[in-house]
């Protein structure tokens, strides 16, 4: 039954790109982009250009939510975090992306890694827009669809 579940809402997704980096699915009808990172680690500029082309996703639709599923990555690149959450996070915000859903990899070191970075990047930063974000951490796609 759950494999049958797990089929069938992912079947509601089409494929939008995919490439060395990365692979983008949108679902149009329920608002929710999906990006999964495919390798343990993205050089800054790729990352920059993948996230440049999700914009231009968010901007031709109707999206609320998106999911970033990082389980691929085994190196924690602040720079990257920095520029996604400060800049890229904030444009998506005014095209009504406010739902974020993370799926981090399974090492505890990495989830302690992200914790300390985002603490940081708030102290540091005070007009962020964190608080104005619905943002979880789940443990699955199908986990972050449903919630």
């Known amino acids: 039954m759950k494999e049958t579940l797990n089929k069938s809402i992912m079947e509601t997704f ?4 995919e490439e060395r980096y990365a692979k983008v699915l949108t679902n149009d ?11 343990d680690y993205v050089p800054i500029e790729d990352f920059k250009r ?20 990082k389980r691929a990555l085994r190196a924690f690149h602040q720079p990257s975090m920095e ?22 990899p399974s090492e505890k070191w990495f989830e302690k890694m992200v914790m300390i ?7 540091n930063n ?15 796609i199908e986990e972050a669809i449903l919630s």
């Open 14 to 17: 089409d494929l939008a790109f």
């Open 29 to 39: 009808d329920d608002g929710i982009i999906i990006c999964e990172l495919l390798t």
């Open 50 to 69: 993948t996230f440049e082309k999700i914009s231009e996703i968010v901007k031709s639709g109707t999206y609320n939510k998106f999911i970033f599923d």
């Open 83 to 104: 520029w996604y959450f400060l800049v890229w996070k904030k444009e998506m915000y005014g095209f009504g992306l406010k739902v974020h859903r993370k799926i981090l």
């Open 117 to 123: 970075a985002k603490l940081q990047i708030m102290e």
């Open 126 to 140: 005070p007009g962020n827009i964190i608080d104005k974000l619905d943002i979880k951490y789940c443990d699955s």
